[in-house]
């Protein structure tokens, strides 16, 4: 089979994708020569530097220099999935034995680790990853699509024969909702692929670590070295998965999934389950539930606790919270309750402070793709904590990368930069609550 022409995913691609397009065009049809042209803007795929006019350059430019200094601990290691991404965006989902046409298409890289991790690197950390790849062209083009971005990739296993994990992803344009369709890897990662001094050498120095809940049983051995050496770790719990209740009772920091909260605590409510979630894992100092559109809600645990203090219901102190929302606002928000003695009915009571954060109210001709929105936000939930940005910061900041995300097709085309001008404000104010404490 021919490669893919660049008319089949036009315009302005990076060398990194391009060789990744190219390495895949086994699995990817050449396009018929009906292709949308390259003229048609609406069909053109480009990296997010070619994206910017000059006003926008100079913008960034100007935002740079004003941006506090990087965090000084900023090694990040992720362990994980990363996979090929093929996407290809529709007028609308089809039924069964439809046939349709893409309105526009990409292949990139992609999986949770591997999203997260390019996010934080184009924050300004320096992430490395472990997970592992087949010796095959997507194998190549993954490697390499990740080390243009700054990830550290010393530590993926490569692995001879087999075939390297990919996901078909439909995007509906009117719905806004995305289907994923995975292959996972083979052969699977196991933790003799780690040797010993690899996995001594990826975790030294390194300020967090972080979990996408795939590879369990490497995950686990990592996560172990880690909580040897009391770094913290950063889990993204998303699904039930095997594997996932040892990492989890390891965590510092977890991020869920809307539903995984309530799945895995069999809670009435999400805030009863967050209760039920520090109940649970005593060494967690919070846990975040993302809600897409409708923000997130944070419970941090408390330092101290004042046994006189009167108990508060956290459903009833959620809704309460909520009604505080500025409607007016289409930036993202965040609203604090202060440390609290928090109850929730049947399950325990604990002390601590509830958070809502808003999500951008993004304007639909301008809403794209949410592949990889949690990804991204975890990401800079990583930045976020490596620069001991507080939680009303901390929020709306991952909230803003997360939007920013969302306004192009693919997990990693719409990630923005440290420089972006959008992220100013939140680096700056982030900065200066840090230097008050």
């Not at 290691?77 to 609308?92: E, I, P, Q, R, Y």
């Not at 190549?140 to 001879?160: Q, R, Y």
Request: glycine letters at 8%.
């Amino acid at each position: 089979m021919a490669s893919p022409s660049l008319h089949s995913l036009p315009g302005g691609l990076t060398d990194a994708t391009k060789s990744l397009l190219y390495s895949c065009s086994n699995l990817l049809p050449t396009p018929p020569h009906s292709s949308p042209p390259r003229s048609n803007s609406s069909h053109i795929t480009r990296s997010p530097r070619n994206l910017c006019d000059r006003k926008t350059m100079s913008t960034s430019a100007q935002a740079s220099s004003s941006l506090p200094p990087l965090p000084e601990d900023r090694i990040v290691l992720g362990c994980g999935a990363v996979s090929v991404d093929f996407l290809a965006a529709v007028a609308s989902y089809p039924n069964p034995d439809d046939k349709t046409r893409s309105t526009s298409a990409k292949l990139q890289g992609g999986g949770n680790a591997g999203n997260a991790l390019t996010c934080a690197a184009r924050l300004g950390l320096k992430p490395r990853l472990i997970s592992k790849v087949a010796d095959d062209p997507q194998g190549k083009g993954l490697i390499e699509e990740l080390e243009a971005d700054g990830v550290d990739t010393s530590f993926l296993v490569v692995s001879e024969g087999g075939n390297s994990p990919f996901t078909y992803i439909i995007v509906d344009n009117q719905t806004k909702t995305r289907t994923c369709i995975h292959t996972p890897g083979f052969p699977p990662m196991i933790p003799d692929d780690l040797s010993t001094s690899n996995l001594l050498a990826a975790i030294s120095r390194a300020r967090l670590v972080y979990f996408d809940g795939r590879l369990h049983e490497t995950a686990l051995l990592v996560a172990r070295e880690a909580n040897r050496r009391a770094i913290p770790i950063l889990i993204d719990a998303e699904r039930k998965r095997e594997g996932l209740d040892d990492l989890l009772s390891l965590s510092s920091y977890v991020v869920c999934s809307a539903k995984f909260p309530q799945e895995w605590t069999e809670a009435p409510s999400i805030p009863s389950a967050l209760v039920s979630f520090l109940l649970r894992l005593t060494n967690v100092k919070f846990v975040i539930v993302t809600l897409g559109k409708e923000g997130c809600i944070m419970l941090e645990r408390g330092m101290t606790e004042n046994a006189q203090s009167e108990e508060t219901d956290i459903d009833d102190l959620c809704d309460i919270l909520k009604k505080k929302k500025d409607s007016n606002s289409n930036s993202p928000t965040c609203i604090s309750s202060g440390v609290k003695k928090l109850c929730a009915k049947g399950i325990g009571t604990v002390s601590g402070t509830l958070y809502v954060g808003t999500a951008e109210n993004i304007p639909p001709g301008e809403l794209v793709d949410t592949t990889g929105a949690g990804d991204s936000f975890i990401g800079a939930t990583l930045y976020a904590i490596c620069a001991n940005m507080p939680p009303e910061i901390m929020l709306p900041f991952a909230a803003q990368v997360a939007a920013i995300k969302c306004r192009a097709l693919g997990a990693r085309t719409g990630i923005p930069y440290r420089t972006d001008p959008r992220l100013a404000s939140f680096l700056v104010a982030g900065s200066q609550e840090v230097a008050a404490v």
